[in-house]
Nanobody, 121 residues
Framework: QVQLVESGGGLVQAGGSLRLSCAAS????????MGWFRQAPGKEREFVAR????????YYSNSVKGRFTISGDNAKKTVYLQMNSLKPEDTAVYYC??????????????WGQGTQVTVSS
């Protein structure tokens, strides 16, 4: 069993920064992929960023590239999402997820409960 708990969300003004954390427990995370996703009201969930535990390779959506940074601390079993230059359109519930390998995140992934990020203009 895998448990993921996000934290760090909140209200911030446009141009500000937040750092989200995702603490994992329940198994060894020396492999697999951790991802961040978000869902705004009335919209579908969208991919934000991912990191491979083994290689530390990262990948970002075009909408956040250059503003957000994903990183991981395997010893702490925690993944971070540093969000800078936030825009009102970044407002959403942010979810972290783990999957044993790259693939369809709607299949075979574990998800956290989400943390709200609100960016005011």
């Amino acid at each position: 069993q895998v448990q993921l708990v996000e934290s760090g969300g909140g209200l911030v003004q446009a141009g500000g920064s937040l750092r989200l954390s995702c603490a994992a427990s329940g198994r060894t995370f020396s492999s697999g992929v951790m991802g961040w996703f978000r869902q705004a009201p009335g919209k579908e969930r969208e991919f934000v960023a991912r990191i491979s535990w083994y290689s530390s390779n990262t990948y970002y959506s075009n909408s956040v590239k250059g503003r957000f940074t994903i990183s991981g601390d395997n010893a702490k079993k925690t993944v971070y999402l540093q969000m800078n230059s936030l825009k009102p359109e970044d407002t959403a519930v942010y979810y972290c997820a783990w999957r044993s390998s790259l693939g369809d995140w709607s299949q075979g992934a574990y998800w956290g409960q989400g943390t709200q990020v609100t960016v005011s203009s």
